[in-house]
């Protein structure tokens, strides 16, 4: 192999790095999927990026792991990422989020514990009737569509001023 064929090998490994961590960092940012926002090593698994198993984790190890990933969702070996495969991979990633979070819900709600929720259970959440009370500021006992507008501003602006509405992010137009 040639050191030039190296070089533009390892830049592509390089750009799609970045290119999952900047999609990855985007996904866990404040506003996305209604989730908090997290912190980025939060589904960090340290024993499996620490490749030496010396209690540490390198950059060099940390790059070894996220090109190792890469690899692994390039699934027709052609050393370039798709669409489709950034597609898959992001997926594969949210329906794990997806699982963790209806385990975590069932837990919390499944008063028979049978290990599911009934309708009954589902309904007994009193967070959606205290959201519905926060939003209904005249307090007549219905949401009028500028009473939810100001709740989604309001929860864009706590979350760091990101609004959804009308495809543009609050503070940049879409010049």
Do not use: W, Y
Not at 46 to 55: E, H, I, P, S, Y
Not at 122 to 150: C, H, Q, V, W, Y
């Amino acid at each position: 192999m040639t050191r030039t064929s190296k070089l533009a090998g390892l830049t592509l490994v390089t750009l799609a790095a970045a290119l999952v961590a900047n999609t990855a960092m985007a996904e866990r940012g404040p506003g996305r999927d209604g989730a908090r926002a997290q912190a980025p090593f939060a589904a960090f698994d340290f024993a499996t990026v620490d490749a030496n198993k010396d209690g540490k984790v390198t950059p060099e190890e940390i790059d070894a792991f996220r090109a190792a990933e890469i690899t692994a969702a390039d699934t027709d070996g052609d050393g370039l990422m798709s669409a489709a495969e950034l597609s898959a991979t992001h997926l594969k990633r949210l329906e794990g989020r997806a699982n963790d979070m209806a385990q975590k819900m069932i837990e919390r709600m499944d008063s028979d514990k049978d290990g599911k929720l009934s309708t009954a259970e589902m309904l007994a959440r009193k967070a959606p009737k205290t959201m519905f009370e926060r939003i209904d500021t005249d307090n007549d006992g219905a949401l009028s569509e500028a009473e939810i507008a100001a709740s989604k501003d309001r929860m864009a602006d706590r979350r760091g001023g990101n609004s959804r509405r009308g495809g543009e992010r609050r503070g940049h137009g879409n010049n």
